[in-house]
């Protein structure tokens, strides 16, 4: 192990040292067993990411200025990161376990898919921050802290895991998480204080509770002394100044009013035909009896020998006689013409029922 | 018994057979009871016991249901005593040796008429051979369908060019020195054109209501044509009205409604459509037989009950000119041009040439080309119009989308499509398609009647929506049959299907990378057949 601070220029008479030449001089100096590294960057992808130190239970420490995309990328448990200063987009993309404090703002995606760690900000995040971050329940969840806001489609698809944007210094911006949080979130906790709008309807904005206040108070102290502004504490810690946004449970859908309700609550009173047509607006089954039949038998007597035969094949025994007189049950016939058919002396004949309503 | 002669209608010269197992039957009446064309009844047979020994043979009598040959109650297959068989015993089979056409005529003396749709099947849809084949991938990013957010809406009315805009200067400000000709931006897919009296009132009220909820609790802004039959008064003077396109054909229905009402309107409508002709049956003008003309049709019509038919073309109007000045004016001097006005032709080797003259309007006042294609239905056609006459609808919406491009002037007058679009499946990949081709919406009547519950088809089935018998209570105005048709469940189905085809339609432009409607990005589109991508010019693959 050596304790000595490895510091690295990467701009050196006009010549800028690569990333790939940056990287591979980190890991050299890592497998010299360096653990603590002050690098004045130059615009450098992925630095302090993907690396762990020599010795088992040792801690990566990187302080950087001006660094490029991807600080922290893929970064691991036992790694810790400083950036004095702006940070561009993507950081701690994939973070799997690095404490991250950018001491400024961070460009798009600051914590895209990250699943462990915690990432510090002490300024504002840009677009799709947040997006895609997860949680494996074998690790502790990722944390996100923003002190101020983010940009427009923040925590898309999100997974798993926290943020917290703390609407600090956020006077004259409509919405502190941007326009079109949350779109196809799925996962995860987002807290958030200040005044939002245009989140996406798969989610549910709710009060804190007890635990969230608990967790919040904690956190809170923590982030503020890793960006230095302690200070701030009690003007954050104002409750009911934050919410929080969770996903609705899998499967839930809007619930609209159905056309059944609209149309006889919204819609024209008795309907647009109402004043030419009194519709009930019941529906007929197949087959229908009464109003509902296309046919309607009628009887005639005159050559009626009272055999019943028809009375005993009406397959909805719809047929009734009184005093040799026979009718239908109106509530019972379907108008087959069974009767018509199986009648000797053709005593029944089927009528047309097609009318008009009125 | 009784003999047969030669030249009676047979039952093997119907179009529909109906097999029937006496063994599965329990005779209980629902299959005849169903049947709204009396195609099918009860009787009891005589069957010959055969003789076992020296006595006569002696005859059973046994009840089966047989099917009636006569020219006004023949099957026309539509399946309801399928569906209301506990047993399965009874199912209509289509007739290969189908003469009813030639007999008919033979017999009446007369022109044989049908509804719902062209039967005379080709070779295949011309958009089922076309693919969306220009994916963003890398070159730019796809959207997510689910969760992007897309602009639908297209525009309805005359759309003016930059240096046609009446702009000036007025002390550093910019201001129009007249009206811009009245313009809506409506969600792509315009619904009805279906007339009252062609359809049940309870199917038209759905298609209202269902137009209504998609506007105010979807927030869809889809409007819906009345067709030519006119408007009930009580839809007119609610704020409803905003969502309906006013339709004016050659018969005029229920203007005298409209006109008298228009004291008391409270919003304005959503446009007007003059319709000239139908691609259903091009060239010749709408028919509603007198069995569907029920006394509130003869109301909002002012007809007694009789065959209407409306003549084959306006009779005031002679030539494009002419119909431009006059009727366009006309129609939008009667909202004190406040409505944009468009107009429906059936498709036409000609639809260019209507389409340039259109194209030089001198007043702005021509809001809207719509085309019909040879695909579209109909409630009630003569069979040779709706078999024999019409252009299909793709080629000559990009003729016309062409014409105005080569002119530099394409979206100036907004052209929608229509004509059998969903026959075989997807209504959304064929409305895309149709955009990507040039349109910049489309409508559809055909595909609505099939959401609430039509069950016919193009090769034949049912297909009696002029008979006024319409065994699913949508084409027919009888009491008994109108009520089978549950309103709620009609509009809930179009609200739903209107749903689903908006998340299609944005599943097709996420991949193409458009967050609007991709109008005339015919780059986007594929295919196999070199003849038509020749014809379309769009790319050829293999």
Redesign the interface.
């Given at each position: 192990m050596n304790k000595e601070t490895v510091k690295i220029k990467t701009l050196i008479d006009n010549k800028r040292m690569s990333t790939q030449e940056l990287l591979q001089l980190i890991t050299s100096k890592i497998n010299d067993g360096y653990t603590d590294f002050d690098i004045e960057a130059c615009g450098q992808h992925n630095i302090g990411g993907s690396s762990w130190a020599k010795e088992n239970g040792e801690e990566l420490n990187f302080k950087i200025t001006n660094p490029g995309q991807r600080v922290g990328a893929m970064a691991l448990k036992g790694t810790k990161i400083y950036v004095e200063g702006s940070a561009p987009a993507d950081v701690g993309w994939l973070n799997s376990g690095a404490q991250i404090t950018v001491n400024g703002d961070c460009g798009d995606t600051a914590s895209h898919c990250a699943a462990g760690g915690k990432i510090y900000v002490s300024g504002r995040v840009g677009t799709r921050s947040g997006a895609l971050m997860k949680h494996d329940p074998k690790f502790e969840p990722p944390e996100f802290w923003v002190l101020k806001n983010t940009g427009s489609f923040s925590f898309?698809f999100m997974g798993g895991g926290i943020a917290v944007i703390c609407g600090f210094d956020c006077g004259g911006i409509d919405s502190v998480l941007g326009n079109?949080s949350c779109?196809?979130m799925v996962g995860g906790t987002i807290y958030v204080r200040g005044t939002f709008s245009g989140v996406?309807s798969c989610v549910e904005i709710k009060s804190l509770n007890e635990e969230d206040i608990n967790f919040l108070r904690n956190g809170l102290l923590e982030f503020l002394i890793a960006i230095n502004k302690s200070g701030l504490y009690d003007s954050l810690t104002d409750f009911s100044q934050w919410k929080k946004i969770e996903p609705l449970p899998a499967g839930t859908k809007e619930k609209?009013?159905?056309?059944?309700e609209?149309?006889q609550t919204?819609?024209?009173e008795g309907?647009?035909?109402?004043?030419?047509?009194q519709?009930d607006?019941?529906?007929?089954p197949?087959?229908?009896t009464g109003?509902?039949?296309?046919?309607i038998p009628e009887w005639n007597k005159t050559d009626c020998v009272n055999c019943g035969i028809c009375l005993n094949?009406c397959?909805?025994n719809a047929i009734m006689e009184t005093d040799k007189i026979y009718s239908t049950d109106n509530n019972k016939c379907?108008?087959?013409?069974?009767c018509?058919?199986?009648c000797p002396k053709l005593c029944w004949a089927l009528k047309s029922?097609?009318?008009?309503?009125? | 018994m009784e003999a047969v002669k030669i030249n009676q209608l047979h039952l093997d010269d119907l179009p529909w057979i109906v097999e029937y197992d006496e063994n599965k039957c329990?005779?209980?009446?629902?299959c005849?009871?169903?049947?709204?064309f009396?195609a099918i009844?009860?009787?009891?047979e005589k069957r010959r016991k055969p003789s076992t020994g020296l006595q006569k043979p002696a005859f059973d009598r046994l009840?089966v249901i047989k099917q009636n040959v006569s020219f006004e109650h023949h099957c026309r297959g539509c399946g309801?005593c399928t569906?209301?068989c506990p047993n399965g015993a009874i199912k209509a089979v289509r007739n290969p040796n189908d003469k009813y056409s030639v007999r008919y005529r033979a017999a009446k003396a007369d022109s044989v008429k049908k509804g719902g749709r062209s039967n005379l099947n080709t070779e295949g849809r011309t958009l089922d051979k076309i693919k969306i084949g220009r994916i963003s991938q890398m070159t730019d990013p796809s959207l997510?369908a689910?969760?992007h957010?897309f602009e639908l809406r297209t525009p309805f009315g005359r759309v003016l060019s930059a240096d046609k805009l009446s702009l000036h200067n007025v002390n550093g400000k910019m201001e129009l020195s007249s009206q811009l000709p009245p313009n809506r931006w409506i969600y792509p897919i315009i619904m009805g054109d279906m007339s009252i009296g062609a359809v049940s009132?309870?199917m038209w009220?759905a298609m209202?209501?269902?137009t209504?909820?998609l506007n105010?609790?979807?927030g869809m802004p889809v409007r819906m044509c009345t067709g030519e039959g006119g408007i009930?008064?009580?839809?007119l003077k609610?704020r409803?009205v905003k969502y309906m396109i006013l339709q004016i054909a050659s018969g005029h229905f229920g203007w005298n409604r409209i006109i008298q009402s228009m004291p008391e309107m409270t919003e304005d409508p959503a446009g007007i459509l003059i319709k000239i002709g139908q691609g259903a049956k091009p060239g010749d003008g709408g028919l509603l037989m007198a069995s569907k003309v029920?006394?509130?049709v003869q109301?909002i019509r002012g007809v007694p009950r009789a065959d209407l038919l409306s003549p084959p073309t306006h009779q005031g109007l002679y030539s494009i000119e002419e119909s431009v000045q006059k009727m366009f004016l006309s129609m939008n001097a009667a909202f004190n041009f406040r409505v944009p006005v468009a107009i429906k032709t059936a498709a036409s080797v000609t639809s260019v040439s209507v389409y340039n003259n259109l194209l030089r309007d001198p007043y702005n006042i021509v809001g809207g080309f719509f085309l019909d294609g040879l695909a579209a239905g109909t409630g009630a056609a003569h069979e040779i119009s709706l078999n024999h006459t019409g252009h299909p609808i793709t080629s000559k919406l990009r003729d016309c989308y062409l014409a105005a491009v080569h002119q530099g002037r394409q979206g100036e007058i907004p052209l929608f499509a229509g004509g059998g679009l969903g026959q075989t499946g997807s209504f959304a990949a064929d409305a895309f398609k149709l955009i990507c081709l040039g349109a910049n919406g489309v409508f559809t009547g055909r595909m609505l009647l099939e959401i609430a519950g039509c069950i016919g088809n193009e090769t034949g089935k049912c297909n009696a929506c002029n008979t006024g018998l319409c065994p699913a209570g949508i084409a027919t105005?009888?009491?008994?049959?109108?009520?089978?048709?549950?309103?709620?469940v009609a509009?809930?189905n179009i609200?739903n299907y209107f749903i689903a085809n908006d998340i299609e339609l944005k599943k097709l432009m996420g991949p193409v990378g458009n967050s609007t409607l991709p109008i005339g990005r015919s780059d986007a589109l594929i295919t196999v057949d070199k003849h038509i991508s020749n014809r379309l010019d769009i790319q050829y693959i293999c």
């Open positions: 898309e079109r779109v196809g996406a609209k009013i159905s056309v059944s609209f149309r919204k819609w024209i309907g647009i035909f109402g004043d030419f047509i519709d607006f019941k529906v007929y197949l087959p229908a109003d509902g039949r296309v046919r094949n397959p909805e379907i108008g087959c013409g069974i018509e058919a199986v029922n097609r009318k008009e309503i009125s | 329990i005779q209980c009446g629902r005849t009871a169903a049947c709204s009396g009844k009860p009787v009891v009840l309801m569906r209301v997510d689910a969760r957010q009132w309870r009220e209202a209501i269902a209504a909820y105010e609790v979807m009930p008064v009580r839809l609610s409803y029920a006394k509130y109301e105005q009888d009491l008994c049959l109108t009520k089978r048709l549950d309103i709620d509009a809930q609200v």
